[in-house]
T-cell receptor
Framework: SQQGEEDPQALSIQEGENATMNCSYK?????LQWYRQNSGRGLVHLIL?????REKHSGRLRVTLDTSKKSSSLLITASRAADTASYFC???????????FGQGTILTVHP | GAVVSQHPSWVICKSGTSVKIECRSL??????MFWYRQFPKQSLMLMAT?????????EQGVEKDKFLINHASLTLSTLTVTSAHPEDSSFYIC????????????FGPGTRLTVL
């Protein structure tokens, strides 16, 4: 399966702390994307990192990609209660022609 | 970013009825649309991929006669759940991609289907 696997499945932290989520996959990819989903809502695209990139930043978000280990991490710095959501990684491979999602990490940030 | 809408946002129906969900790309032409299903506390699972003007490609285990997909125009795709049953209750999300972009898909807000 090309599906990404994420850990941890759930993460509970205090406001102000950093949150790190990891994603591993099995196939070769063209890019990896991170999405956020608030409970019962649609997906919000956070960041896309290409296979030839190693790190990318967007505001309080930092994404790394290690293609040799087939893994990626999403770091949210100085977390806020509003960051409480499910976070999914998704891999895109031209070979498969579709975006495949990981199982997700449920992040809870306590005020 | 590009906007994708879905209608309805939620629907409740009786077992045995059919439900149609629309997915529209509002400000771009979507040559490819994807339909996902998400059960509570689970990830998105791809159901099918549809290209404008051609038959949809279904993922393994998805019944094409039960989940009818029509992608008749570059801005509209529909998913019809035929003879819905309680186990079809789920969150259905569509996504659209343009021919020029292999990198990013734009997601609709989802449709919550509850079958009684």
């Amino acid at each position: 399966s090309q599906q990404g696997e994420e850990d941890p499945q759930a993460l509970s932290i205090q406001e102000g702390e950093n949150a790190t989520m990891n994603c591993s996959y099995k196939t070769s990819i063209n890019n990896l994307q991170w999405y956020r989903q608030n409970s019962g809502r649609g997906l919000v695209h956070l960041i896309l990192i290409r296979s030839n990139e190693r790190e990318k930043h967007s505001g309080r978000l930092r994404v790394t990609l290690d293609t040799s280990k087939k893994s990626s991490s999403l770091l949210i710095t100085a977390s806020r209660a509003a960051d409480t959501a499910s976070y999914f990684c998704a891999i895109w491979s031209t070979s498969y022609g579709k975006l495949t999602f990981g199982q997700g990490t449920i992040l809870t940030v306590h005020p | 970013g590009a906007v994708v809408s879905q209608h309805p946002s939620w629907v409740i129906c009786k077992s045995g009825t059919s439900v149609k969900i629309e997915c529209r790309s509002l400000d771009f032409q979507a040559t490819t649309m994807f339909w996902y299903r998400q059960f509570p506390k689970q990830s998105l699972m791809l159901m099918a991929t549809s290209n404008e003007g051609s038959k949809a490609t279904y993922e393994q285990g998805v019944e094409k006669d039960k989940f009818l997909i029509n992608h008749a125009s570059l801005t509209l795709s529909t998913l019809t759940v035929t003879s819905a049953h309680p186990e079809d209750s789920s969150f259905y999300i569509c996504s659209a991609r343009t021919s020029g972009s292999h990198n990013e898909q734009f997601f609709g807000p989802g449709t919550r289907l509850t079958v009684l």
